[in-house]
């Protein structure tokens, strides 16, 4: 069965500075994608950034970048110069494969502080 | 191109009643995938659907729960005799194939009183 872990349900991090999250998952497919969602108050999902399993260079979204282990099935999320914008959930999630579902791990809760 | 559009984005139903809700996916997208969120929870997938075909409901309680997504309209989450238990935000997604970027609504939140 896929499973996504988010190991870290609560996070925070100083303005500008920068914060590691986790996520972990396993799969059995072959071809597949990776994503993290951003859940702000509001409640919309809004993708922060995606990355291919085929691809090994790590994907980049501005202050944004992940770490993909994909021996590990590891996928971090990092954030550098923290905005208090960034404060939210943040969910890890695996799919795209031959079905298109997405499966989300429980989330992580980051608060940056001013 | 207006993204993806869920309708209500709140709902009230008695405990017993039925709840429908509706996703007009994004123009051009004809893949529709609904969650579940409940409280402190990630989201769970539901159902997946294309024109006319259900694709997937391996996440779909086996009774009271239904979807559709009919050749012309939006895509249907509908609940039948709803129980306290269904309480929470239901998100609808639409992407133009596996493995695109899955584009979200802004959920419905139902609440059974």
């Known amino acids: 069965a896929q499973t996504v872990t988010q190991s870290q349900p609560e996070m925070s991090v100083q303005e500008a500075e920068t914060v590691t999250l986790s996520c972990t998952y396993d799969t059995s497919e072959n071809n597949y994608y990776l994503f993290w969602y951003k859940q702000p108050p509001s409640r919309q999902m809004i993708l922060v950034i995606r990355q291919e399993a085929y691809k090994q260079q790590n994907a980049t979204e501005n202050r944004f970048s992940v770490n993909f282990q994909k021996a590990a099935k590891s996928f971090s999320l990092k954030i550098s110069d923290s905005q208090l914008g960034d404060t939210a959930m943040y969910f890890c999630a695996e799919g795209g494969g031959s079905q298109g579902n997405l499966i989300f791990g429980k989330g992580t809760k980051l608060s940056v502080k001013p | 191109n207006a993204g993806v559009m869920q309708n209500p984005r709140h709902l009230v139903r008695r405990r017993g009643q039925e709840a429908r809700l509706r996703c007009s996916p994004m123009?051009?997208?004809?893949?529709v995938y609904w969650y579940r969120q409940l409280p402190e929870e990630g989201l769970k997938f539901m159902v997946y659907?294309?024109?006319?075909?259900?694709?997937?409901e391996s996440g779909m309680p086996k009774e009271r729960f239904s979807a559709e997504f009919p050749k012309e309209g939006p895509s249907i989450l509908r609940i039948q005799q709803v129980v306290r238990g269904d309480s929470a935000a239901y998100f609808c997604?639409?992407?133009?194939?596996?493995?695109?970027?899955?584009?979200f609504g802004q959920g419905t939140r139902l609440t059974v009183v």
């Open positions: 123009k051009g997208h004809s893949h």
């Open positions: 997604a639409s992407s133009p194939g596996s493995g695109a970027e899955a584009f």
């Open positions: 659907l294309q024109k006319e075909n259900i694709i997937d």
